[in-house]
């Protein structure tokens, strides 16, 4: 079992990223998975999901819009599309499984990857 996030880095505000979850084990490819973002001081937050197949997503409000999550299950990998970031972005991002419709579903998951940090700033 093995997450790895990459993709993260400084942009400044109105700029994108792409974030990629590279993982290892059924348990991924064959549950929901969603972006989970932690800024300093703050819980951590579900900020798009997506199920097995990717044909359900949802987003938090704060994202809606601008935010794009998909999978490629033949590579083992998610995806999250960031447009228009804003400072109120900038957060350590993390990828893991995930409840669509319940943000406290990360509270039950013992396991995570090391992130990959998001700064939005000019």
């Known amino acids: 079992v093995q997450l790895v996030e990459s993709g993260g880095g400084w942009v400044q505000p109105g700029g994108s990223l792409r974030l990629s979850c590279v993982h290892s084990?059924?348990?991924?490819?064959?549950?929901?998975m969603g972006w989970y973002r932690q800024a300093p001081g703050m819980q951590r937050e579900l900020v798009a999901a997506?199920?097995?197949?990717?044909?359900?997503?949802r987003y938090a409000d704060s994202v809606a819009g601008r935010f794009t999550i998909s999978r490629d299950k033949a590579k083992n990998t998610m995806y999250l599309q960031m447009n228009s970031l804003k400072p109120e972005d900038t957060a350590v991002y993390y990828c893991?499984?995930?409840?669509?419709?319940?943000?406290?579903?990360?509270?039950?998951?013992?396991?995570w990857g090391q992130g990959t940090q998001v700064t939005v700033s000019s």
């Open positions: 084990g059924s348990t991924f490819s064959y549950n929901a």
């Open positions: 997506t199920t097995t197949g990717g044909g359900v997503t």
């Open positions: 893991n499984l995930a409840d669509p419709w319940s943000s406290g579903y990360a509270d039950t998951l013992s396991y």
